[in-house]
Nanobody
Framework: QVQLVESGGGSVQVGGSLRLSCVVS????????MGWFRQAPGQEREGIAA???????YDVGSVRGRFTISQDNAKNTVYLQMNSLKLEDTGMYYC??????????????????????WGQGTQVTVSS
């Protein structure tokens, strides 16, 4: 059974940093697409970052240069380092795994319907 368990969320002031962790079990993700989505209140889930085979990274403009996705296969963990946090980064953050194929994340990693597995989410609140 695939399990994705996020942690590391919390409350932080504008400009601060957080590192989210996603512990993966029951799943060999070493050559699969792992991602992070977020959902702000009243908005749809949006893909913000992904990583394939531990080395090919994807992200969206709103987090580029501030957020970094990485993974540690020895610890079965995927991370999202978030720096220079803004008010608009507030939301529930979800770890995701898998999708329509294992050749990479191109063209689909940011589409919620195409993702296979989801964690339960961890809340991030940024305040001024």
């Amino acid at each position: 059974q695939v399990q994705l368990v996020e942690s590391g969320g919390g409350s932080v002031q504008v400009g601060g940093s957080l590192r989210l962790s996603c512990v993966v079990s029951g799943y060999d993700y070493s050559r699969d697409c792992m991602g992070w989505f977020r959902q702000a209140p009243g908005q749809e889930r949006e893909g913000i970052a992904a990583i394939w085979a531990g080395r090919v990274r994807y992200d969206v403009g709103s987090v580029r240069g501030r957020f970094t996705i990485s993974q540690d296969n020895a610890k079965n963990t995927v991370y999202l380092q978030m720096n220079s946090l803004k008010l608009e980064d507030t939301g529930m953050y979800y770890c995701t795994a898998g999708g329509p194929h294992t050749h990479g994340c191109d063209g689909w990693w940011y589409t919620p319907k195409r993702v296979d597995h989801w964690g339960q989410g961890t809340q991030v609140t940024v305040s001024s």
